[in-house]
C-alpha cells in the first residue's frame, strides 16, 4: 500500500470547511481504493494575537490537527508577511512543514510520496521538503498558480526549478499542462488528471419541491463562489438590467459582499437578487435543482468544480471562456461559452441557453462521463511509476 504525504494550504479544517475541498475530495477518493493511506500536512497562516485580520483572524481558532472522513490533517503555522509575502511565503511555509514532518518521523511515520497542490507557494515549499527528506514529489496545478503567479519573476523560478525536481506534474486541465510547457518544462513530463464531480452527491432532486423550498417564481440563475472581483458576480448583477424576467441568487461569502449588495441597488436589480452566504455541498445540491442556470463569469479558472456540480444536478452552465472552462462546456447539453467577459456576454449566454433550453436529464448524462474513477485511476498509475523508476535508479 503506497504511504502518502499529501501537503497544501488548500484543505478544509474546522473554521474554513469548504476551503479546497476538491483537494480533500480527490486525496479522499484515492484511499477508498484500499492501494493507499495518506496524512495531511495542511498549514495554516499564523495570525498574532493583537493584530485585527478582519474575517482571516478566525483561522486562530484552527486546530493544530484535526480528523476529517478518517484522515489525519495537521495544521502547523507559517508566517505570512503582508505585501513581500509572495516571495518569502515558500520559506516560511516551507520551514513549518519541515518542522512537522520532522516530527511526524519522531513518532514512526514513513512516507513513500510527497503529494503537494497547488504550485505555488505549496509546491515550491515541498519540493524542498521532498528533496530533504530524499522523497519524489508530484505537484497539482489547480490555477492561478500558473495563470498568473509566473508572471512575476521570483515566484516563476522557483515555480520552474520545483518542475525540473519534481518527480511528476499533474494539471487539472490541459490549459494548464500548456502554460507549464510555454515555462520550459517537457510535456511528456506532465499528466492531465481533471478533478471529478460527486455523482451521488450531486443529484438531480424534484426541481418543483427545490424551487418552492427557496421561494422562487420566476426565471432564476444561480453564481457560486468566493465574493472576490475575479469571480465576476459583479457582471451578473449589471446583466440583470436587460434580463427584467430574471432573478439571482449568490451563494457565497466574501470580502465584496457589502460592494456588490452596493451595486445591486445602485443598477436598480437589488430586488432581484439574493445573497445567500456560505452553504454546504448538500444545500447546494438543492440550490442547483432550484435555479434555471448557473452563471461562472471568473476571469480565471483552473477546473471550475461549480460547473460540473450543477450539470451532475441537471441544470446547465453558462460561463466564462478562460483556461480549462472550454474543457468542461464542451456539449450543447452542458451549456454556452459568454462571447465576452463582461455584463453583456453574460446576457447574450443566458439568451443563447434559454434559445435551446437541454433537456435536465440529458445534462445529467454529460456530468456522468466526469466522475472521480479515471482521476483516481490515473494518479495510482503516475505514483507507482514514478517509485518504481526510483527503485530501478
Given at each position: 500500500?503506497l504511504?502518502?504525504?499529501?501537503?497544501s494550504t488548500l484543505?478544509?479544517?474546522?473554521?474554513?470547511?469548504?476551503?479546497g475541498?476538491?483537494?480533500?475530495?480527490?486525496?479522499?477518493?484515492?484511499?477508498e481504493?484500499?492501494?493507499?493511506?495518506a496524512?495531511v500536512?495542511a498549514?495554516v497562516?499564523?495570525?498574532?494575537?493583537l493584530?485585527?485580520?478582519?474575517?482571516?483572524?478566525?483561522?486562530?481558532?484552527v486546530?493544530?490537527?484535526e480528523?476529517?472522513?478518517?484522515l489525519?490533517i495537521e495544521h502547523?503555522?507559517y508566517l505570512v508577511?503582508?505585501?513581500v509575502?509572495?516571495?518569502?511565503?515558500?520559506?516560511?511555509l516551507?520551514?513549518?512543514m519541515r518542522?512537522?514532518?520532522r516530527?511526524?518521523?519522531?513518532?514512526?511515520?514513513?512516507?513513500d510520496l510527497?503529494d503537494?497542490h497547488?504550485?505555488y507557494?505549496?509546491?515550491?515549499?515541498a519540493?524542498?521538503?521532498a528533496?530533504e527528506?530524499?522523497?519524489?514529489?508530484?505537484?497539482?496545478?489547480r490555477?492561478?498558480?500558473?495563470?498568473?503567479?509566473?508572471?512575476?519573476?521570483?515566484?516563476?523560478?522557483m515555480?520552474?526549478?520545483?518542475?525540473?525536481?519534481a518527480?511528476g506534474?499533474?494539471?487539472?486541465?490541459?490549459?494548464?499542462?500548456?502554460?507549464l510547457v510555454e515555462?520550459?518544462?517537457?510535456a511528456?513530463?506532465?499528466t492531465?488528471?481533471?478533478n471529478?464531480?460527486?455523482?451521488a452527491?450531486?443529484r438531480?432532486l424534484?426541481r418543483?419541491?427545490a424551487?418552492?423550498a427557496l421561494?422562487?417564481t420566476?426565471?432564476?440563475?444561480?453564481s457560486v463562489?468566493?465574493?472576490i472581483?475575479?469571480?465576476?458576480?459583479?457582471?451578473i448583477?449589471?446583466?440583470?438590467?436587460?434580463?427584467p424576467?430574471?432573478d439571482l441568487?449568490i451563494?457565497?461569502?466574501?470580502p465584496?459582499r457589502?460592494?456588490?449588495?452596493g451595486?445591486?441597488?445602485?443598477?436598480?436589480?437589488?430586488?432581484?437578487?439574493?445573497?445567500?452566504?456560505?452553504?454546504?455541498q448538500?444545500r447546494?445540491?438543492?440550490?442547483?435543482?432550484?435555479?434555471d442556470a448557473?452563471?461562472?463569469a471568473?476571469?480565471?479558472e483552473?477546473?471550475?468544480n461549480?460547473?460540473l456540480?450543477?450539470m451532475?444536478c441537471?441544470t446547465?452552465?453558462?460561463?466564462s471562456?478562460?483556461?480549462g472552462t472550454?474543457?468542461?462546456?464542451?456539449?450543447?447539453?452542458?451549456?454556452?461559452?459568454?462571447?465576452?467577459?463582461?455584463?453583456?456576454?453574460?446576457?447574450?449566454?443566458?439568451?443563447?441557453?434559454?434559445?435551446?433550453?437541454?433537456?435536465?436529464q440529458a445534462?445529467?448524462?454529460y456530468?456522468?462521463?466526469?466522475?472521480?474513477?479515471p482521476?483516481?485511476?490515473g494518479?495510482l498509475?503516475?505514483f507507482?511509476?514514478?517509485?518504481e523508476?526510483?527503485a530501478?535508479?
Amino acid at each position: 500500500m503506497l504511504s502518502i504525504l499529501t501537503v497544501s494550504t488548500l484543505y478544509p479544517n474546522a473554521v474554513q470547511r469548504a476551503h479546497g475541498i476538491f483537494v480533500e475530495t480527490r486525496l479522499r477518493k484515492l484511499v477508498e481504493t484500499g492501494q493507499a493511506r495518506a496524512h495531511v500536512l495542511a498549514p495554516v497562516p499564523w495570525m498574532p494575537p493583537l493584530v485585527r485580520y478582519g474575517t482571516n483572524g478566525a483561522l486562530r481558532d484552527v486546530p493544530a490537527r484535526e480528523e476529517r472522513h478518517g484522515l489525519i490533517i495537521e495544521h502547523p503555522r507559517y508566517l505570512v508577511v503582508p505585501k513581500v509575502g509572495m516571495n518569502l511565503t515558500p520559506h516560511t511555509l516551507y520551514r513549518a512543514m519541515r518542522r512537522r514532518y520532522r516530527t511526524l518521523v519522531g513518532q514512526g511515520h514513513s512516507f513513500d510520496l510527497i503529494d503537494a497542490h497547488y504550485f505555488y507557494p505549496d509546491g515550491v515549499a515541498a519540493a524542498w521538503l521532498a528533496r530533504e527528506a530524499g522523497l519524489p514529489v508530484v505537484i497539482t496545478a489547480r490555477g492561478t498558480d500558473l495563470s498568473l503567479i509566473p508572471k512575476f519573476p521570483a515566484p516563476r523560478r522557483m515555480i520552474v526549478e520545483a518542475a525540473r525536481h519534481a518527480g511528476g506534474l499533474i494539471t487539472v486541465c490541459r490549459a494548464l499542462k500548456d502554460s507549464l510547457v510555454e515555462l520550459g518544462i517537457p510535456a511528456e513530463g506532465v499528466t492531465v488528471l481533471r478533478n471529478g464531480v460527486d455523482l451521488a452527491l450531486f443529484r438531480p432532486l424534484d426541481r418543483q419541491v427545490a424551487r418552492a423550498a427557496l421561494g422562487l417564481t420566476r426565471r432564476t440563475l444561480v453564481s457560486v463562489g468566493l465574493l472576490i472581483g475575479r469571480k465576476g458576480h459583479h457582471h451578473i448583477i449589471r446583466a440583470l438590467k436587460d434580463m427584467p424576467d430574471t432573478d439571482l441568487l449568490i451563494a457565497g461569502s466574501g470580502p465584496d459582499r457589502a460592494a456588490l449588495e452596493g451595486l445591486a441597488a445602485g443598477e436598480g436589480v437589488s430586488g432581484r437578487v439574493r445573497f445567500l452566504g456560505s452553504v454546504d455541498q448538500a444545500r447546494l445540491c438543492e440550490i442547483y435543482n432550484a435555479a434555471d442556470a448557473l452563471v461562472l463569469a471568473s476571469s480565471r479558472e483552473g477546473w471550475a468544480n461549480v460547473l460540473l456540480e450543477a450539470m451532475a444536478c441537471g441544470t446547465p452552465v453558462v460561463a466564462s471562456a478562460v483556461w480549462g472552462t472550454p474543457e468542461v462546456v464542451a456539449a450543447p447539453e452542458a451549456g454556452v461559452l459568454m462571447p465576452s467577459l463582461d455584463a453583456e456576454g453574460v446576457v447574450q449566454g443566458v439568451r443563447e441557453l434559454f434559445k435551446n433550453y437541454p433537456d435536465h436529464q440529458a445534462t445529467r448524462r454529460y456530468a456522468e462521463d466526469f466522475g472521480w474513477d479515471p482521476t483516481t485511476s490515473g494518479q495510482l498509475t503516475l505514483f507507482r511509476n514514478i517509485l518504481e523508476r526510483r527503485a530501478q535508479r
